[in-house]
């Protein structure tokens, strides 16, 4: 574990386990690396090197006031790789890390990554404008805002107990456990991080960052996402990419890597395996 200050005086936190090839996790809004524990985990024994990295204002990093946008979370990212000089890098990014890791390789990535995975992902935009009829009305975004400033401790309660692991579905069995992490997670960051970040992950347009971007991508999505619905999201992305690969997963929720590790781990690792 380590900290790298940034050019602008940004404090990022990060894990670093192992050895071999690296594969870098980018993690969701509001979250931290922590949620990668158990791929990390697995990965880890399958004799990878393993990193995840603490978003600026996220987890354990600085509580900055400025930044919380998708550029200084790309650059961000490039100052840890450099610092680590990892290289032929994998790099999974879950929801809003989708996103940042999308910024980070089609800006930072050449001659240092191998693959990109997008799991549930935001690209290519999630707010709904004339371009993209499909994606979600600003007010959802507003009321994200108005509900983290009003009361976020009950927020964060009410989002993982609900739709991000699809614990509102009936017949499902919601982990308290699994629910008390996310709030843990959540609350160990910074409340403007989080407030600015709803931004930063749902009107940011990543169209042309997908284009640019020339490795093999493997985009993994639930189809019962709540957070990010599929049909504006992971559909859109992978005809947006030149190498791009669709896996759909019938019923899984946004969690689905803590839900449905058991089936994520593996698929990861194929594609990770595989040539190309």
Same mark, same amino acid.
């Given at each position: 574990?380590?900290?790298?200050?940034?050019?602008? %005086?940004?404090?990022?936190?990060?894990?670093?386990?192992?050895?071999? /090839?690296?594969?870098?996790?980018?993690?969701?809004?509001?979250?931290?690396?922590?949620?990668?524990?158990? =791929?990390?985990?697995?990965?880890?024994?399958?004799? *990878?090197?393993?990193?995840?990295?603490?978003?600026? %204002?996220?987890?354990?990093?600085?509580?900055?006031?400025?930044?919380?946008?998708?550029?200084?979370?790309?650059?961000?990212?490039?100052?840890?790789?450099?610092?680590l000089d990892l290289r032929?890098?994998?790099?999974?990014?879950?929801?809003? %890390?989708?996103?940042?890791?999308?910024?980070?390789?089609?800006?930072? !990535?050449? %001659?240092?990554?191998?693959?990109?995975?997008?799991?549930?992902?935001v690209p290519p935009i999630?707010?709904?404008?004339?371009?993209? &009829?499909?994606?979600?009305?600003?007010?959802? *975004?507003?009321?994200?805002?108005? /509900?983290?400033?009003?009361?976020?401790?009950?927020?964060f309660l009410d989002i993982?107990?609900? &739709?991000?692991?699809?614990?509102?579905?009936?017949?499902?069995?919601?982990?308290? !456990?699994?629910? =008390?992490?996310?709030?843990?997670?959540?609350?160990?960051?910074?409340?403007?991080?989080?407030?600015?970040?709803? @931004?930063? *992950?749902?009107?940011?347009?990543?169209?042309?960052?997908? @284009?640019?971007?020339?490795?093999?991508?493997?985009?993994?999505?639930?189809?019962?996402?709540?957070?990010?619905?599929?049909?504006?999201?992971?559909?859109?992305?992978?005809?947006?990419?030149?190498?791009?690969?669709? @896996?759909?997963?019938?019923?899984?929720?946004?969690?689905?890597?803590?839900?449905?590790?058991?089936?994520?781990? &593996?698929?990861?690792?194929? *594609?990770?395996?595989?040539? !190309?």
């Amino acid at each position: 574990m380590g900290i790298v200050r940034t050019n602008d %005086g940004a404090e990022i936190f990060y894990k670093d386990w192992g050895k071999g /090839q690296p594969i870098v996790f980018h993690h969701g809004w509001p979250l931290s690396s922590d949620d990668w524990d158990t =791929q990390m985990m697995f990965f880890l024994e399958k004799g *990878f090197r393993v990193v995840a990295i603490d978003r600026r %204002g996220h987890g354990r990093s600085s509580q900055v006031a400025d930044g919380h946008d998708m550029d200084h979370y790309a650059s961000d990212v490039a100052t840890v790789v450099k610092h680590l000089d990892l290289r032929n890098a994998i790099h999974v990014g879950h929801s809003t %890390g989708g996103g940042e890791a999308t910024r980070y390789v089609a800006k930072h !990535g050449k %001659g240092r990554v191998a693959k990109l995975v997008l799991i549930g992902a935001v690209p290519p935009i999630m707010v709904k404008t004339a371009a993209n &009829p499909g994606g979600l009305p600003i007010e959802v *975004f507003d009321d994200f805002r108005k /509900q983290l400033v009003a009361n976020r401790a009950q927020f964060f309660l009410d989002i993982p107990t609900g &739709p991000f692991y699809g614990f509102n579905r009936p017949n499902a069995t919601a982990s308290q !456990g699994v629910i =008390q992490n996310w709030w843990r997670q959540g609350m160990a960051g910074g409340a403007k991080a989080h407030y600015d970040s709803i @931004k930063a *992950f749902s009107e940011t347009d990543f169209t042309d960052d997908l @284009k640019a971007i020339a490795v093999p991508t493997l985009v993994m999505h639930g189809s019962d996402d709540q957070i990010v619905p599929v049909e504006d999201s992971a559909k859109l992305s992978v005809k947006l990419l030149k190498h791009g690969t669709l @896996k759909i997963y019938d019923g899984f929720p946004h969690g689905m890597c803590t839900t449905h590790a058991d089936v994520i781990n &593996p698929d990861l690792l194929a *594609f990770i395996q595989t040539a !190309g």
